[in-house]
């Protein structure tokens, strides 16, 4: 069982910049796979960043992708979204998850397995 928590919503003009945080505790099972997924009122969850934490190979969705940018801090077991260049379109609740790991092929995939209570972004025009 793995035990997530986000930290470092709120709101933000359009253009603006904001810096998400997530601390893991509990038992991984050797799944190295940690990232970000997102739900807007009214909108199906969307997966926004994938990373693998041993081999640091990370993945975005289209729709962030050259504005976020996702990083560990493998010391204190945490992974963290810095978000740039935000929109309105960005507002959603944002989620710290872990992913499914293919072991085999060291490979993260789009599934979320554990996730956090969630943090807030809100981006006003």
């Known amino acids: 069982q793995v035990e997530l928590a986000e930290s470092g919503g709120g709101s933000v003009q359009a253009g603006g910049s904001l810096s998400l945080s997530c601390s893991a505790s509990?038992?991984?099972?050797?799944?190295?796979?940690m990232g970000w997924f997102r739900q807007a009122p009214g909108k199906e969850r969307e997966w926004v960043a994938v990373?693998?934490?041993?081999?640091?190979?990370?993945h975005y969705a289209d729709s962030v992708k050259g504005r976020f940018t996702a990083s560990r801090d493998g010391a204190r077991n945490a992974v963290f979204l810095q978000m740039n260049s935000l929109t309105p379109e960005d507002t959603a609740v944002y989620y710290c998850?872990?992913?499914?790991?293919?072991?085999?092929?060291?490979?993260?995939?789009?599934?979320?397995?554990?996730w956090g209570q969630g943090t807030q972004v809100t981006v006003s025009s």
């Open positions: 998850a872990t992913f499914n790991y293919y072991s085999d092929y060291d490979v993260c995939g789009r599934e979320y397995t554990f």
């Open positions: 509990g038992h991984t099972g050797g799944n190295p796979c």
């Open positions: 990373m693998n934490t041993g081999s640091r190979a990370t």
